[in-house]
């Protein structure tokens, strides 16, 4: 696999997850918010400036970006006690689980995407992305399964 393959590879997973996790219309988040959500979800508290040096969006992004996502109630916002000029960013607590709770299981996506593969491919590519998920976002799983299971 090469850098091309790989990132092709991530756009159809997005693209997988994306029609998994259908959202009523008037709930729709762009993609590049929901980038701002997975960033903060990824590396905890963080400072506006260090979402932007993370995703590489302008700064005016990500501030409207966080501002959108806090009426959403999906993350948290407060001023750093240590520098008052900087805001914090967090995901709000029961965010994960009340996405989790509208999430549907991927099998059916997959199965999709995958065109007709058949009952142990989909099995396969299911123990692949999970190993993949254990080995690269594992502190990310951890959070999301417990607050769902809670």
Known sequence: MNAAELYMLGRKLMRIAETAMPVPPDE???TSVRMVLVDVAENGESA???IVR???F?????????????????IRTQVDPIDGRRTLVTVAPGMTQ???GRALPIDDALAT???GAGPDALAEV???LELLTQLLIP?????MRSEASA
Request: charge should be positive; charged fraction near 20%; proline fraction near 5%.
């Open 54 to 56: 993370r995703t590489g």
């Open 28 to 30: 729709a988040i762009p």
């Open 48 to 50: 506006i400036s260090e």
């Open 98 to 100: 009340q996405a989790a």
């Open 58 to 74: 302008p700064q005016s992004h990500v501030s409207a970006s966080v501002s959108r996502l806090r009426d959403l109630g999906a």
């Open 126 to 128: 299911n123990a692949a």
């Open 139 to 143: 502190n990310v799983v951890r959070h």
């Open 113 to 115: 995407s995958l065109e």
